[in-house]
């Protein structure tokens, strides 16, 4: 299990800008849906984004913390 304020803490690190909006999906806390806007995603496509996410999430992911993670990552603009 990890707290929305961990999961923030480790995003911001990596992505000092980011807006996060974690919604819990099965009520375990380690089944996320997590939306991230930063304009650090400009120019990169949707997979490089993902990577981003997944790079700053290491080692929550690893431990287990975070068993399933669904991704929406977004610039400030919209694309």
Known sequence: MITTDVLTSYLKRALPDAEVTVT???????????????????GKNLLDRHRMIYQALDEPMKD?????????AETRDGS
């Open 24 to 42: 819990d999906r099965t009520g375990t806390m380690d089944h996320l849906s997590v939306r991230v806007v930063s304009d650090l995603f400009k």
């Open 64 to 72: 287990g913390r975070i068993h399933a993670l669904e991704l929406k």
